[in-house]
């Protein structure tokens, strides 16, 4: 470009800022800088060089103020924010926001705890001085607003404290790490909001308490940096996939603030809670330009507070209003996100009594400067996007800080201009969430003291604690009124005659729970989020919304497989009970003898006590028995020839309790394994069997981590190992993708490597030359040796698919859903075979998550794929002669009765015919064939929590099925028992499966032929 150009350009900037600062009425703070301050030229001149089109900025940033003693993110950078070809590493963003500090009185920064691979995250507070020296004065005044109980709930105290308090608006950059652009943005906010002096800066300055997380996802912002590093120094080549963002898991890192089991999600989530903000402001990039969608479309979560609905609607519509004058395009706030799921990161304020808020702002994965084009959707004019992006457009990082900041400033600046608004509106929610149980309910909920899986019970009061819900403690037994269940009716109004006997049965109408039950009252500032994690969700088929964003069920006592019962009688509230912050679940040894018992609960703990008393003898009793007058249920753990010391030592600090037996039990048992376990990855996708390698790392279990394309050449895999688990791969997991990765036959490696320029890529986890080949048909050979030799493969949802269509079960067809949509719910599966070892510890009926999980058909001839259930079968006689019941004749010979046609459940192999079982070599000898342990509910029991709509097309068929191979087994599951840390209920037939790999034909009932 010539310099004649950019002159022009500049000329045209200075029009449009001209006009769009006329479009603010007198006595409106009108944007734009202050004419008395001087502007840093040259700093000016490279960010107006940086943007591409003159329409890409506005009056609020195309300007940077000079300042003799504060220095620029260019000190850092050694060039503007947003400049092409730099993204500073998180420790440089740091190093730049403590220069600011120590320059300005006006920042602070504050240290908010480590990540999984111990680097550091950050807050920066930026306001006046004088705010600032008031910082903590301050907190304390919006802890009364935050817990209106402080305050007796009177509203003429809140507000004084509304008229004295400064708000706090939390900023929080770069979650997802292929999203870049909020750091350099960020860096230089917090400059224009420590030095620019120009009338609007400081009305957010004197206003705001601005506080800003830069990097949330810090692992992963580090080895963004490194891939980028790595495309500069390779280009014209292709680079690697993020396959990896933080220890765990990529771009579920924002799907956490239910869980809470990553630190990121904790360290912000203490950061709320101890500052109190009002607003949780989180920045990502993908549509183009600023799509402020947090209002996105509906349904809407049903436990927030209406107030917050009208908030979001309040500030987006300002937000896209203000950049709208500035004729900025591509600004908007609805688009095809609904705002159901409380998973993301920002909803820690929806469900706090604060005020979520997310951009999806445009960007490139990286500082390039790119020509982009637009999908038409993404262009097209609609009702809410009046002026729309450009179909086609250079777009660069410094485009990307232009808006954002500019949405940024728009936004600090209405909230600083409506502040006793917000404030006020924060303590009234912070007050409906107090009044919960009398304005709509339900008074409590109560995790009965009795339920015997009391360390999953501690699990979920422990994910409660972190979302800093008040937990108490029943001093002496209450007895609540239950609610009065409806009659059930069918359809045209009449009792069904099966049901009428049912309800004449007297219902009890009270409950009694144990002294030391857990209660969580509503009347408590952070009721919301405890109401929306442990009520149900009811997405109906029917709803506009066809698309859900995110998972629609998760109902947590129902995925952790404890009890939780909501008390709707406001009599729990006056019974006697503590608060309790110090949660442990007693355990230890009791009795007295030298063999051990521990009943099985399924409860994930017995697992890590396996492998944490490693060399001691563990049996896992086969049937149920009797000792001291107790019984104990089949797959209670009888511990033999240790020191009690030791067991008790243990038990006490994961809350189990073994009972000391006089002798051992006579009944038939089987040694339980500390099995030594591969993980198994590919290279395609790491991020959904990142929540399998976080659930055993937090059980303590040993395992090794290998890709598909290590053990393509390991050959004593069996030697090595006793299970392999393979968990989910999430949207490549085809069998193509598995086996043959990407395309080698053309294009460059792909590095996954540590190297000088790329030293952070390597984390706690994997690492390969070029990440593009697959397991290969070598490595699938490898793995149905594994478990021909007595290894177990444990397959879910699409590598289960991969082990049926790869060969590795003859008895398993496994077939992708067509109609039915299950987006991530709660569904019912009932037990089918309790005697198989996998099934320990689970009752009847067993609640999981699925989606859309693939559907299991067993068949006994191997090879085939026909499902007979196809087509209309003949379940009635032909027409002929005689009643229904009789049989027809044929003239000249008697009438002969028809064979009976063999009969199948759905989860079932149909059984064979005799001309099926006539010199075929494909039927599957009875121990061979599979074994159904856990099956879906029928249809009409399948929702449990979430969207079930074609339920049919899964209901009863195989949820957990396991398939011999050899000595050994392929293990299917349909369901996903390991999600996000919200399914501790079925991690343990997992846990099962591993303990028990070599003793997995235990019980089974083979058909006679
Ligand atoms: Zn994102």
Known sequence: ?????????????????????????????????????????????????????????????????????????????????GAPGILPYAEDVYKYMRMLEKASPRVKVFSIGTTEEGREMIAVALSSESNLKKMEENRALLGKLADPRSLNLNDAEADKIVGQAMPIYYVTGTIHSPETGAPTALMELAYRLAVDESPYIKDIRDGVITLITPVVEVDGRDRMVDIYRWHLAHPG????????????????????????????????????????PQVL??????????????????????????????????????????????????????????????????????????????????????????????????????????????????????????????GLLVSLHYFSENKRMFLKNFYLKAKRSVEKPKTEGPAAYALPADDPRRTVQLELLKVMQKQHVEISRLASAATVALPRKKEKKAKGGEKKADEKGKDEKPQPT??????????????????????????????????????????????????????????????????????VTDLTVPGGVKGEGTVFAIENHAEPALASLRYQLKEADMQAAEEQFEAGGKNYPPGTIVVRGLDRGQLDSASKELGLSPVALASAPSVKMHPLR????????????????????????????????????????????????????????????????IVNGLPTNWGNPLPWQKTELTPKLVG?????????????????????EFVSDGGVLLTVTDTAQFASQAGLTSSVNSASSEKLKIIGSVVGTRLVDGASPIAYGYGEKVAAYCDNGPVFSLTNMAGSRRRRRLGPAMGERATGRGTKSEPDFAVGRLGVETPEEPENEVWEALPL???????????????????????????????????????????????????PLGKGHVVMFSINPVWRGETQGTYSLVLNTVMNFDSLNTGRKDAEK
């Open 764 to 784: 706690r986890n994997d690492s390969t030359p070029d990440m593009r080949p697959g397991l290969t048909w070598a490595g699938v050979a490898r793995l149905q």
């Open 674 to 737: 500390a099995a030594r376990i591969l993980l198994l990855h590919t290279w395609l996708s790491t991020q959904t069997e990142g929540w399998w390698r976080l659930a055993l790392d937090r059980l303590g279990i040993p395992y090794d981590y290998a890709s598909t394309q290590t053990i393509a050449g390991t050959s004593d895999l069996r030697e090595k190992y006793d299970v392999i688990l393979f968990p989910p791969i999430g949207g490549a997991g085809s069998i193509d993708n």
């Open 510 to 579: 009270t409950r009694t729970f144990p002294a030391g039950s857990y209660v969580i009252r509503m009347d408590q500032p952070y009721s919301r989020i405890a109401d929306a994690l442990l009520d149900y969700q009811y997405w109906s088929p029917e709803d506009p919304q066809k698309t859900p964003y995110d998972d629609t069920g998760w109902t947590f006592g129902e995925l952790f497989g404890v009890e939780v019962s909501r008390v709707t009688d406001m009599k729990i509230l006056d019974a006697p009970m503590e608060r």
């Open 1 to 81: 470009m010539t310099r004649g150009f950019w002159s022009k350009l500049a000329l045209v900037l200075f029009i449009c800022a001209a006009l769009a600062a006329k479009a603010f009425a007198d006595g409106e703070t009108q944007p734009g800088r202050d004419r008395k301050q001087p502007v840093d030229e040259a700093y000016t001149a490279k960010m107006k060089k940086y943007t591409t089109e003159p329409f890409f900025t506005s009056p609020l940033v195309d300007y940077l103020p000079a300042s003799k003693t504060v220095p620029t993110p260019e000190a850092v950078l050694g060039d503007v924010s």
């Open 281 to 406: 402001h989180d920045l990502h990039e993908s549509v183009p330009y600023l799509y402020d969608n947090t209002i996105g479309d509906g349904p809407y979560n049903a436990w927030i507070d209406p107030i917050l609905a009208d908030e979001w609607n309040l500030i987006s519509g300002r937000n896209v209003a203000d950049m709208t004058k500035f004729g900025m395009p591509g600004v908007f706030s609805h688009g095809d996100f609904d705002t159901w799921s409380p998973g993301y990161l920002m909803f820690i304020a929806a469900l706090h009594n604060g005020i979520s808020r997310l951009y999806e702002t445009f960007g490139n994965g990286g500082a390039d400067t790119v020509e982009r084009t637009l999908e038409p959707e993404d262009y097209a004019r609609t009702w809410y996007k009046q002026n729309p992006p450009l179909p086609k457009v250079m777009w660069s990082q410094r485009d990307n800080n232009n808006y954002e900041q500019t």
């Open 913 to 963: 015919t005799d001309e099926q079982r006539r010199n075929n070599p494909r039927v599957i000898p009875p121990a061979m064939r599979a074994r159904v342990v856990l099956r879906y509910a029928d249809a009409k029991d399948l929702l449990i929590s979430g969207l079930v709509e074609g339920g049919g097309e899964i209901a009863q068929h195989p949820a957990v099925v396991d398939a």
């Open 237 to 276: 080549q292709n680079y690697p996939n993020l396959v990896y963002w933080g220890k765990y898991v990529a771009h579920d890192n924002n799907r956490d603030a239910m869980g809470v089991t990553l630190k990121l999600t904790e360290n912000v989530m203490n950061t709320y809670a101890k500052w109190n």
